[in-house]
């Protein structure tokens, strides 16, 4: 004895164990993004005059705000297409036997690892002008020229709803899966029809993992900036691809630093209405 | 489903659910499947179907130094990022996991932001630091880089693993007398290996494919393969590249089914 006390709880570990990464964190995460925010408040180049010129420039320049429009927009259109493609899914797998779960699953899951530009490459074979649909609809005679659908908005939301697919799926299944199934059985017995038991039970006490799925998907699209500039091309430009350019190609970091910023604030004012929407629902869901 | 009748409107919801799903799974699973068949084209285009089939384009593969090169470079930083995430990962983990304090919810948020936050961002204040410090890029900045951002796959699944963990079983080894390391190490970390383990798999695949942080922290000498595959697609669409992405589809679909194996992979992302 003398060791610890009795008293000491030993189920949990210090605080200590956990000041590597936080200093690791407060050096390499915290830090960089200070300095961001840091230069994005300097007018020029050299980083000698404060002011709020940089971000006065995006907000006056119809151009930048287009590309922050469209950026949002584009996750907006890709969060409803894995919305509404993902949750049958979700219901599926809830009524099949395990094998087909793990099928399933593995099915939604190995996207998830495999690489993004393989994946995207895969939708460039797709969507190309020789590709499968414009083959397809050729030999059966539907169309005479190829579609254009690379490089078009269509072609990005469905290349894209494909990649991110999985953060949708998965918290859906989570989700259905805590559902009490005899309400389910309740509500039909009670005469309500399947689809109105689907829109008035199902759904709202699914909603819980419909925005964490939503918040998961919405973020990843807007920033995935493979996917956009391959399958968009040069003649989309999103916020990513902006920022790229700005800092890379024009070395003018303050702008730069600006869009980024602008960029962070827009993913978590959308992160925060999510987290909001979610605690409400949780009063709804958690039952 | 006990007495429910098999109205027409119970089998039209069933009809539009299932098909909508199969349909959405096909469209899942199509890309990977196009990408392998078109690997194996004779021809130079990525025509589907291809006009024959041969092995040209692994031979072609064999000898793309540049793409040998990029990915070493993937692989190195990849398992150093992915040991540094463990190292730092495990540890913040196990005080965040069964601590209520507000420290502790902070510190937790802190290392889960850069999944939501646009890695792009990140990069480029990366470069900014690093450069303001006079450290040039290289592959160290490119392991700091990419351990911020795989990091948080660690500590997710560390924490869910611990939050399974019976408190009672390190109530029990204390009292008969072991001391806290060797509780971790006999009782604790057999039953959260397998937590580790996955979190430290995803984090290696991400940082092996990640983009966004390494884009702005590497130069020539430290190419990355999913950037050199980027750079290829933009050029020109050489079949080559699908090639290799068939090779990095069937390297990830074995590694999942040895992770599905050994941590039940499929089971901890969806609880």
Known sequence: ?287 | MTGRKRTLEAISFELVMTGIAIIALVIIIAPSLVVLIVSFTSGFSLRFPPPGYSLRWYAELWNAWQLHFAAKNSLIVALWATGLSVVLGVGAALAISRSRTLSARLLDSLFMSPLVLPALAFGLAALMLFSLVGLPVSPLTLVIGHTVVCVPYVVRNTVAALAQLEPTLLESSAVLGASRLYTFRRIVLPLIRPGIIAGAFIAFMSSFDNVPVSLFLRDAATDMLPIRMWQDLEGKLDVTIAALSSVLIIATVALVAVMERVTGLSRRLTN
């Open chain 1, 1 to 287: 004895m003398g060791r610890a006390p009795a008293s000491r709880d030993v189920t949990s570990y210090g605080m200590g164990l956990a000041a590597p990464l936080a200093l690791f964190f407060l050096a390499f995460f915290v830090a960089p993004l200070l300095q961001l925010l840091w230069l994005s408040l300097h007018n020029d180049t050299a980083a000698l005059h404060w002011g709020l010129g940089q971000y006065l420039h995006f907000l006056t320049d119809p151009f930048s705000l287009r590309v922050l429009g469209s950026t949002l927009l584009l996750g907006a259109e890709v969060t409803a297409t894995c919305l509404v493609l993902g949750f049958p899914i979700a219901w599926l797998y809830q009524r099949v036997g395990p094998r087909l779960q793990t099928i399933i699953i593995l099915i939604v899951l190995l996207p998830l690892l495999t690489s993004v530009v393989v994946r995207t490459f895969a939708w460039i074979v797709i969507l190309g002008r020789q590709g499968i649909i414009n083959a397809t609809l050729q030999s059966l005679g539907v169309i005479d020229t190829p579609l254009k659908l690379l490089y078009t908005q269509f072609g990005v939301v469905i290349a894209l709803a494909q990649v991110q697919m999985p953060l949708m799926t998965l918290p859906l299944i989570t989700a259905l899966g805590r559902i009490d199934p005899n309400l389910d059985d309740a509500s039909c017995s009670l005469g309500a029809g399947s689809w109105r038991t689907f829109f008035r039970v199902v759904l709202p006490l699914s909603l819980p993992g419909v925005i964490a799925g939503c918040t998961l998907t919405y973020a990843a699209a807007i920033t995935a900036f493979i996917t956009q500039s391959l399958i968009g091309g040069g003649q989309m430009l999103f916020m990513p691809m902006y920022l790229y350019q700005q800092a890379s190609t024009l070395q003018n970091w303050p702008f730069a630093s600006a869009i980024s910023i602008i960029f962070l604030l827009a993913v978590l004012a959308v992160v925060s209405v999510f987290t909001t929407l979610g605690r409400l629902s949780r009063g709804y869901g958690g039952a």
